[in-house]
């Protein structure tokens, strides 16, 4: 089982960024595919990043590409997201996500879920 517990939101300004992080337990994620999603109120949750269990790949949703990185440090089991230039349609509760063990890039499924962090953008 792998516990994640998302940090890092907050309400800020357009234009100003934001650190979102994401602390795993219980077993290690070296090995898991690693994902961030958001979800705005009455809306399905949506895609934001990923990246692979090495961190040589990432993907991203075209609407956050070139503002938004996403990075692993795997020796401390966690994984961020960096935000910058933001909007508030970035907006929403962000959640991190995990494949199972040995998850395939890129993933198709994630198993196990964080509670989210809201951030709000004011414009």
């Known amino acids: 089982q792998v516990r994640l517990v998302e940090s890092g939101g907050g309400l800020v300004q357009a234009g100003d960024s934001l650190r979102l992080s994401c602390a795993a337990s219980g077993r290690t994620i070296s090995t898991r595919v690693m994902g961030w999603f958001r979800q705005d109120p009455g809306k399905e949750r949506r895609f934001v990043a990923a990246?692979?269990?090495?961190?040589?790949?990432?993907n991203y949703a075209d609407s956050v590409k070139g503002r938004f990185t996403v990075s692993r440090d795997n020796a401390k089991n966690t994984v961020n997201l960096q935000m910058n230039s933001l909007k508030p349609e970035d907006t929403a509760v962000y959640y991190c996500?995990?494949?199972?063990?040995?998850?395939?890039?890129?993933?198709?499924?994630?198993?196990?879920w964080g509670q989210g962090t809201q951030v709000t953008v004011s414009s």
């Open positions: 996500a995990a494949t199972a063990a040995s998850g395939s890039w890129p993933a198709t499924r994630y198993d196990y």
């Open positions: 990246i692979s269990a090495t961190g040589l790949s990432t």
